[in-house]
Structures are given as structure tokens and as C-alpha cells.
């Protein structure tokens, strides 16, 4: 028993002097994309309106790999709201990328609670370089919980008519967010008719 407390007792102090922790963050020096789910109408019920089909296919080569700037990157992970009784919008809005990547959709934690997505990505490993869509009006929230400010957003709130936005929000070694911009989308989006 002793020698197990003392290998216990050197191991604990080995990892406390070289910063290795207990348990990994994987949000560590991450690159996350946050978009607004695809547009949406009255008329659409759940789903996406033919404009918001074609922005979700056009994510299929947009976000292929993710150019910005200095930017370039290649997604690994997708994330988006699950799905409520009145949208699935955004598990629509990267299925298509999904499927054409063979990357794993995510979608199983609601957007109004953006800290369960948080604390998932923290805890489970996921690539440097996540791709989450979640409904507008909880973006602020989401902004916030990985420990940015939501006055990104103008007047810290995502506008209803606006579809073509990126949140990039970069985390150092220890997980805090060091930079966060907001971009707009370079890509038209035809309306299908």
C-alpha cells in the first residue's frame, strides 16, 4: 500500500511539473466556426427554404477547406442544434457537408444549452477545427460560454435577416478564447427556383 501511494506521489508530482493534467481539454489551441442555420421561412415549417438548400450545399466546397484571411483550414468535426419540434434546421444546414466529407454530424445537445456543447468538446476529442450551425438567437450564448463576448455581434445579438455570417473563435493552450472575429461568408447563394 505504501508503494502504491508513493508511485501515486511521484507520478501526481512527474505530471503537476512537466503541466500535464488529470484530464485533456481538447478545445486547446482550436480554430472554432460557428454559422447561423441555413434561411428559414414561415412557409418551410421545420426544414430549409430553397435559398437555404443551396447555401448548405454550397458549404459542401465553402467550407472545403476554410479559407479567410491567413486562414486555412480544414474541418473535422461538425456540430449543429439538435433537432425541436419546430426546426431541424441546423442538422440540414451540414448534412449535405456531412455527407460529402464523411465527417460525423453532431447534433444531439440543444441550443439552449450551449454549455453541455462546451463542456463535450472539452471532454471529448473532436480535431482543432470544429464547424458548429445553431440557431441565431442562442449564438450570443454559445459565443459566451467558450468564454468570448458576444459583443462580436452587433448590439450582441445575431440579426434575424442575416444568413451569411462566420464567428471564428481561436483558444489558446489553455482553452481561453485568444481571438474572436466575425467574417462574412464569400460565397452568393442563388435562389433555387
Not at 17 to 30: D, E, K, P, R, V
Not at 127 to 153: D, T, V
Amino acid at each position: 500500500m505504501r508503494f502504491f501511494i508513493a508511485v501515486l506521489g511521484l507520478t501526481l508530482s512527474f505530471a503537476a511539473s512537466t503541466g500535464l493534467s488529470a484530464q485533456q481539454n481538447y478545445l486547446a489551441n482550436n480554430t472554432i466556426l460557428i454559422v447561423r442555420h441555413a434561411e428559414k421561412s414561415p412557409e418551410s415549417g421545420t426544414g430549409l427554404t430553397p435559398q437555404g438548400e443551396n447555401r448548405a450545399q454550397l458549404y459542401t466546397t465553402y467550407f472545403r477547406p476554410f479559407h479567410d484571411g491567413g486562414l486555412n483550414l480544414t474541418i473535422d468535426s461538425l456540430y449543429a442544434g439538435a433537432d425541436s419540434k419546430k426546426s431541424f434546421r441546423p442538422r440540414l444546414t451540414l448534412e449535405p457537408l456531412s455527407k460529402a466529407t464523411g465527417i460525423p454530424l453532431h447534433h444531439e445537445i440543444g441550443t439552449t444549452d450551449p454549455q453541455a456543447l462546451v463542456n463535450d468538446l472539452k471532454t471529448h476529442p473532436h480535431g482543432p477545427h470544429p464547424l458548429i450551425a445553431w440557431r441565431h438567437s442562442e449564438i450570443p450564448n454559445l459565443i459566451a460560454a467558450f468564454g468570448g463576448s458576444p459583443s462580436l455581434l452587433p448590439e450582441s445579438r445575431w440579426p434575424d435577416e442575416t444568413y451569411d455570417w462566420v464567428v471564428v473563435l481561436t483558444t489558446g493552450p489553455s482553452a481561453e478564447v485568444t481571438s474572436a472575429r466575425l467574417i462574412r461568408e464569400d460565397l452568393k447563394v442563388p435562389l433555387k427556383r
